[in-house]
């Protein structure tokens, strides 16, 4: 059983930044890969960044440039520098992990994120 555990969210005005932590119950670098998406209200989890164990890292268009993956193998955790938010950043960010591409990630229970005046 893996646990997950994403801690970081909270309110941050437009232009703030907010770091995203997400601890994992075993070592970060025996999975293949892990990722953070979201879900904004009302609408589908998006894929926002990956960084697989090759050191492979992906990043959605929208958050290119302002938002990074990075892990701490000794601390078992994997975070989400974001910075320059913006309003439509907000949403529930969710950690995951897989052993391997073709299988179902594991996931953490979510931290919510609202970018607000």
């Known amino acids: 059983q893996v646990v997950l555990v994403e801690s970081g969210g909270g309110l941050v005005p437009p232009g703030g930044s907010l770091r995203l932590s997400c601890a994992a119950s075993r070592s970060i670098d025996s999975f293949d890969v892990v990722e953070w998406y979201r879900q904004p209200p009302g609408m589908q989890r998006e894929l926002v960044a990956s960084?697989?164990?090759?050191?492979?890292?992906y990043y959605a268009d929208s958050v290119r440039g302002r938002f990074t993956i990075a892990r701490d193998n000794a601390e078992n955790t994997v975070y989400l520098q974001m910075n320059a938010l913006h309003p439509e950043d907000t949403a529930v960010y969710y950690c995951a992990a897989r052993d391997n591409p073709n299988t179902q990630p594991f996931w953490g229970r979510g931290t919510q994120v609202t970018v607000s005046s």
């Open positions: 960084r697989g164990n090759g050191g492979s890292i």
